[in-house]
């Protein structure tokens, strides 16, 4: 369909301030259906903060912000001196709908099971039939290496399966993108492998992905752009094996110089 051209999310000049401290400044972003933008750099650099914004946890102070054809944020149509407003509830609740995002402490509801909890806002927030959620639920389960681990609550898990558990939860909202927030950072080495096999797997089937990560060889073989943030702007920004292998600025260059070897 030729309406899959058009950008799944499209954030243009986004600022965001907290206090004095300015955390995004004129930052822009389109991602296109299938792609996968791995966003890097060091803490405190605004990468969380976009997340946040683009997932409508924070609110922008200025910028325009759509999903597809849902206007969230903007300025108002006077060509001068618009003001700067977010859309409708309603209109939010119809964006809200359009993204999955992945957190780092995984954000189980503790009190239910796997597949309740994978269950549960296709059921609540999208009145879906019961039994079609639950046949989706147990294929995504399965899909995500977790068969026989339905009727377990997040406590007798690993945090790899926690994980990933939390990603098919996300998935089973049919989402135009899924967002991960340093999904493996509060992971050992061994449990980041799983959880990186399964979203290496969600990229080969064309799902569309904005991942804010450390993990520097997942960046490079598996996203198709890569975005360096510091000091709450887009440094460097293009295809994942060029940023990665050969950074055009220096300050990327420092950064990745401690991820050498």
């Known amino acids: 369909m030729s309406e899959n051209t058009n950008p799944v999310v499209t954030?243009?000049?986004?600022?965001?301030?907290?206090?004095?401290?300015?955390?995004?400044?004129?930052?822009?972003?389109?991602?296109?259906?299938?792609?996968?933008?791995?966003?890097?750099?060091?803490?405190?650099g605004g990468k969380s903060t976009l997340l946040r914004c683009l997932t409508l946890l924070e609110q922008l102070d200025d910028g325009e912000l759509s999903y597809g054809d849902v206007r969230v944020a903007g300025?108002?149509?006077?060509?001068?001196?618009?003001?700067?407003?977010?859309?409708?509830?309603?209109?939010?609740?119809?964006?809200?709908?359009?993204?999955?995002?992945?957190?780092?402490?995984?954000?189980?509801?503790?009190?239910?099971?796997?597949?309740?909890?994978?269950m549960d806002?296709?059921?609540?927030?999208?009145?879906?039939?019961?039994?079609?959620?639950?046949?989706?639920?147990?294929?995504?389960?399965?899909?995500?290496?977790?068969?026989?681990?339905?009727?377990?609550v997040p406590c007798q898990l690993s945090g790899g399966q926690q994980q990933r558990a939390s990603i098919a939860r996300a998935l089973a909202l049919n989402p135009d993108i899924l967002y991960f927030d340093e999904p493996t950072s509060a992971?050992?080495?061994?449990?980041?492998?799983?959880v990186l096999k399964v979203m290496r797997q969600l990229a080969d089937d064309g799902t569309t992905m904005v991942v804010v990560t450390h993990e520097m060889a997942f960046a490079r073989d598996v996203a198709s752009r890569v975005i360096f943030m510091d000091g709450g702007r887009?440094?460097?920004?293009?295809?994942?094996?060029?940023?990665?292998?050969?950074?055009?600025?220096?300050?990327?260059?420092?950064?990745?110089?401690?991820?050498?070897?």
């Not at 930052?27 to 405190?44: D, N, R, T, W, Y």
């Not at 149509?77 to 618009?82: F, I, K, L």
């Not at 003001?83 to 999955?100: D, I, V």
């Not at 009190?111 to 309740?116: A, D, E, N, P």
């Open 234 to 261: 887009v440094v460097e920004e293009g295809p994942a094996s060029q940023v990665i292998n050969e950074p055009r600025e220096e300050r990327t260059r420092e950064f990745l110089g401690r991820y050498a070897g």
């Open 11 to 44: 954030l243009e000049h986004g600022r965001k301030a907290f206090g004095s401290n300015e955390v995004l400044r004129d930052i822009s972003l389109a991602v296109q259906p299938g792609e996968v933008v791995a966003v890097i750099g060091p803490s405190g």
């Open 121 to 152: 806002a296709p059921l609540v927030v999208q009145k879906r039939s019961r039994s079609e959620v639950e046949e989706q639920a147990r294929a995504l389960i399965a899909k995500m290496g977790l068969a026989g681990n339905e009727d377990k």
């Open 187 to 194: 992971l050992d080495p061994e449990l980041t492998g799983e």
């Open 75 to 118: 300025h108002g149509d006077s060509a001068v001196g618009g003001r700067f407003e977010y859309a409708s509830k309603s209109a939010l609740a119809q964006a809200r709908q359009r993204f999955g995002l992945v957190f780092q402490q995984f954000n189980l509801f503790p009190h239910m099971t796997v597949l309740q909890n994978v």
